[in-house]
């Protein structure tokens, strides 16, 4: 109830009345839209109506009304009470238009309206979908909602729709009623509270009220009736001395106002739970009728002023001043309340605030929203201590919105809160926390162990994924598993969780000691067929030729790999005939490695040309192409050693490896890096013949130059790029035919080459 200034009244803009025609409708809402905002983008604008009626066409609400009408309201709703915003506005009119009968994905919101309306559409259909289950374990559901709230414009446009979802609930059934009148008062009246929309917290919690406790509510109302007229008349005889006070101050006309006051009764759910629940009457409430004083000015100095000249008409009721001023309230809201005993002893609550507080406490962070355009994350607005910093730290950041660029300050609420989990749902509404980045594997693997080793397909909210797939909050997973379906080695390259990958890691650990003993079993029976004197000198000259120094490693291929196992089979029918070979010569054996020449080629091919292997060249000897060298297999690296290096038997010796003989055609490396450790004298000859050599052969490259010794002997390590062993013998004899260096030797060799 505005009571100053009266004359001087801006008639507001009625919220329009919807349901008449698309294009009528759209009419009246883009005139409210330009009312409030001289920026908007009336193409978007209508093409998100478009779409919206579109995806609606035919369909009706439980009113009778055209769907289409509900986000409309929604819309209205934001564009009035929090702040416009196209992105906003748009979000709201298209936040149902996915799984509508007109068939609209989200990739089709994403190419239309872009990435930013998309996400936010795509979480309000999560939510609402959310909503329509049954969810236990109330804490997780409300994680579940805050995982989903990753942009404020999310909050803003929920609640909006909350909002209006309340104003007609009278046409669900009575059950249905409860449960939303619940959550809304559970959760969306919270959140509405702690971002400062105080307006539509009041009137969610009055509309939950009613649902939810109806006699109460009715009691209220029926004791407000009965005096509302009295109270009316009596807030202006409490506050024309106020008014005739302020007016001298600001030396101000009704026409040019620098003050406004208005006067309210206290909403029906404030009274019932400042009063009933606590067992005491309404007429001991100070501040069921108040007057709140609103100062066109942002100097908050004249707030304690105007405190001031209203406690010199009227005494102060002790122990009622609280000042928000200097000390904000959690969700940012500030103002001077104190109750003061007005004509008759009549207690009455009066608030002093700026403007740009009024627009805070009544829009909460949508006031300061409005200036500043652009993805502004925010994953809850609950109890949680970790989520109210991070809401101080969010208002911390806007209010320095003047000397701090947006993009900075957008870079401010990057860190979220709820970022290191996310929470899915099963096909029947249990929720299960996942660390972030989790896949569709890692949930499989997280309902049971037997349930991932089975599992041959996933179904993310309903629609087929691959098992690589990354989980999102509010994501309704279903495994799809068989009983013949086992583990691939490679989903330890995607799976996150440690549950997972030790759960594969596991399985492969049996299977291979399995695949062991079915590989040993073949070895020994292929053995019975022979004459062989002993076996375990037999096993050791045949894993050697065939490139298995290791047992495990020699068995579990023999199982699995044919080849190998012909290889085998084939080595003993060849030297069978040798009873001598089979009955102790086993070092003649050695002499024979031809027979496994044609598997290890093979072999090594398989190796080299699958895409999955990492190459490298040792550094202990720097193997180039064309020279005879070998490859170390751990793994999915393969690391390639010159045949002569001095460490390969040690490595291979050592860690038990397999090594395969390096085809370098299937290298597709074109430039290797080699050392040569050059000594001469003087040290500028030296210095010449090497800037020689690279005048001479421009395809050598010098890498790295590093000298050694420079005393009686000038020494220098250089390391060259080079394309082959030809490139590498070209560049040591043409050093050496200069009688200033003395020593030309690879690297890694401890020999003169």
Known sequence: MLLYPLKGKQKSLSEPKYGRSPEKDYSSFANFCEYFSDKVDKDLLKKAFIWCVRAHQNELRKSGEPYYTHPLEVATIIVKNIAYDDTMVCSALLHDVIGKSAGTTIDDVRSEFGETIAKIVESLYKISFLERQTIGRDEYYRLLLLSLFTDVRIIMVKIADRLHDMRTISYLEPELQHKIADDTMQIYCPFAHRFGLGAIKSELEDLSFKVLDKKNFDFVVKRLKRSRFEQERYLILFTDPIIKKLENIFNGSATEA???????????YSIYAKTLLRQKDIDELYDLIAVRVILKTNNIELCYK?????NSIYETVDGTYKDYLKNPKPNGYQSIHCAFWGPDSQKVEVQIRTQRMHEIAEKGIA???????????????????RILRWMNEVRGLLDRVEEVPIEKLLEGFSSGILTDEIYVLTPTNEIKVLPKGATALDFAYYIHTEIGNHCVGIKINGHPKPLAFELSNGDRVEVITSAKSTPDI??????????ASSSIVKYFKRRKKLIYQKGKEIFNEILTNYPVHNKSKAFEVVSKLSGYTNPDDFYYNLFLNTELHSAVEQFFQNVSQHTSLLNGQYDEL???????????????????????????????????????????????????HR?????????????KYQTIEINWDFIPTKNFVVGLTIEGRPKISVIDRLTQLLNQFKEIIINEVNIEKDNDEFVMNVFFFVRSEHDL???????RSSPQIHNVRRIGEPHRN
Do not use: Q
């Not at 060249?617 to 193997?623: N, Q």
């Open 490 to 499: 490679e989903w330890l390259k995607f799976v996150r969780t440690s549950k």
């Open 729 to 735: 013998t070209m560049a040591k004899n043409f050093l």
């Open 258 to 268: 620098k003050f406004e006051i208005h006067g309210r009764v206290k909403h029906i």
């Open 367 to 385: 006031a300061h929203y409005r200036y500043k355009r652009g993805l502004v994350p925010a994953n809850s607005v609950l109890e949680d201590p």
């Open 306 to 310: 105007v405190f001031e000249e209203i």
């Open 643 to 655: 045949s002569s290096c001095v460490e390969l038997s040690k490595i291979v010796n050592e860690n």
């Open 590 to 640: 050695l002499k024979v490695a031809s027979l496994f020449n044609s598997f290890r080629k093979k072999e090594a091919i398989k190796i080299l040309s699958n895409p999955d292997n990492k190459l490298s060249f040792s550094t202990c000897c720097y193997p180039v192409r064309g020279e005879k060298s070998l490859g170390v297999c751990h793994l999915n690296n393969v690391y390639i």
